[in-house]
Nanobody, 124 residues
Framework: QLQLVESGGGLVQAGGSLRLSCAAS????????MGWFRQTPGKERDVVAA????????YYADSVKGRFTISRDNAKNTVYLQMNSLKPEDTAVYYC?????????????????WGQGTQVTVSS
């Protein structure tokens, strides 16, 4: 079992930055790939970024490439999402997720554990 708790969401102006954190319980955090997804009302949950267990391989959705950075600290059981140059269209609930899958890491059904979500609102 793995429990995930996100933090760091909030309200920011367009062009600003936020850093999301996801703290995981359990001793096997380093064996999980991690992902960040986001969801807006009435829409599906979409992948934003993903990182493999070692941190050496990452994936970014086209919409956030060059602006967002995913990273992890296995010693702290934490994964981060640094979000820069934020746009109003980045407004969503952001979810942290974990999987032992070694597949694409880009689809919701690959992930086994989810956090409760944290709201990010970007004002124009």
């Amino acid at each position: 079992q793995l429990q995930l708790v996100e933090s760091g969401g909030g309200l920011v102006q367009a062009g600003g930055s936020l850093r999301l954190s996801c703290a995981a319980s359990g001793r096997t955090f380093s064996s999980y790939a991690m992902g960040w997804f986001r969801q807006t009302p009435g829409k599906e949950r979409d992948v934003v970024a993903a990182i493999n267990w070692s941190g050496k391989s990452t994936y970014y959705a086209d919409s956030v490439k060059g602006r967002f950075t995913i990273s992890r600290d296995n010693a702290k059981n934490t994964v981060y999402l640094q979000m820069n140059s934020l746009k109003p269209e980045d407004t969503a609930v952001y979810y942290c997720s974990a999987t032992r899958s070694v597949s694409t890491l880009t689809t919701e059904d690959e992930y086994d554990y989810w956090g409760q979500g944290t709201q990010v609102t970007v004002s124009s």
